[in-house]
C-alpha cells in the first residue's frame, strides 16, 4: 500500500524559498506520476503541479514561474521548491499520487500534508 | 484554462436527507471529472473518478453523473460521517482545476 508523507520547512521568510519533500513508501516513484496540491488556511485546493519521473511536468500557469520540481530515485522522494514566496503562498502542502489510465486520471493516495508560513 | 463553477458553497442537511452538488465546467471535459471528500483537518480523499465511477472502498450511497460540461454529485442518504467539504476536479492534459467547494453541515 503505497504511503506518503510530506516534509519540509515550516515556516520561511518572505522572498525566500520554500522546500517539501515528499517520502514515498509502498512503490517505487518512476513508476507513477505525482502532483503537489495546496490549501490557503480556510480556502480551498489549488494544484501546484504534476510530474512523471525521466518525462514530462506541469504546472500551475499561475506559479509555474516559481516552481521547480525534482524526485530521487536512491531515497524514493519528490522535492518541491517554491521561490520568492510571499505570505500568498501560506498553506497546507499535500502530494498525491496521479494515476492515468488513457484518459482517466485521478489522484488517489494522498499524503497527510505539512503546513508551511511565510513571515519575517 | 478550463474553469469549474461547483454550486452550493455550502449546504445543511438532516440524517437521511438526499443531498446535491452540482460542478460546471467552462468548456467540454468529457467524462474527466472527479470528486474528493475532505474532512477538517485531513488529507482529501477520492470518492468519484471518470465523473461516475465510485474508488473502491466508497460507500455506495455516494454517486456521481454527468458528462461535457454539467457534472453532479449525489449523497442519497446523508450520514453524520458525511460532514466534510466536498471538490470537483478536472483534467484535461494533465492541467488539473478544483471547484470551490461545498461544505456540508448536518442539521
Known amino acids: 500500500q503505497v504511503q506518503l508523507q510530506e516534509s519540509g520547512s515550516g515556516l520561511v521568510k518572505p522572498s525566500e524559498t520554500l522546500s517539501l519533500t515528499c517520502s514515498v513508501s509502498?512503490?517505487?516513484?518512476?513508476?507513477?506520476?505525482w502532483s503537489w496540491i495546496r490549501q490557503p488556511p480556510g480556502k480551498g485546493l489549488e494544484w501546484i503541479a504534476s510530474?512523471?519521473?525521466?518525462?514530462?511536468?506541469n504546472y500551475n500557469p499561475s506559479l509555474k514561474s516559481r516552481v521547480s520540481l525534482s524526485a530521487d530515485t536512491s531515497k524514493n522522494r519528490l522535492s518541491l521548491h517554491l521561490s520568492s514566496v510571499t505570505a500568498a503562498d501560506t498553506a497546507k502542502y499535500y502530494c498525491a499520487r496521479l494515476l492515468r489510465f488513457g484518459e482517466l486520471t485521478y489522484m488517489d493516495v494522498w499524503g497527510s500534508g505539512t503546513t508551511v508560513t511565510v513571515s519575517s | 484554462d478550463i474553469q469549474l463553477t461547483q454550486s452550493p458553497s455550502s449546504l445543511s442537511a438532516s440524517v437521511g436527507d438526499r443531498v446535491t452538488i452540482t460542478c460546471q465546467a467552462n468548456?467540454?471535459?468529457?467524462?474527466?471529472l472527479n470528486w474528493y471528500q475532505q474532512k477538517p483537518g485531513k488529507a482529501p480523499k477520492l470518492l468519484i473518478y471518470?465523473?461516475?465511477t465510485l474508488e473502491t472502498g466508497v460507500p455506495s450511497r455516494f454517486s456521481g453523473s454527468g458528462s461535457g460540461t454539467d457534472f453532479s454529485f449525489t449523497i442519497t442518504s446523508v450520514q453524520s460521517a458525511d460532514i466534510a467539504t466536498y471538490y470537483c476536479?478536472?483534467?484535461?492534459?494533465?492541467?488539473?482545476?478544483f471547484g470551490h467547494g461545498t461544505r456540508l453541515e448536518i442539521k
Open positions: 510530474f512523471f519521473y525521466g518525462g514530462s511536468s
Open positions: 476536479q478536472q483534467y484535461d492534459n494533465l492541467s488539473i482545476t
Open positions: 468548456q467540454d471535459i468529457r467524462n474527466s
Open positions: 509502498g512503490d517505487s516513484i518512476s513508476s507513477f506520476y
Open positions: 471518470d465523473a461516475s
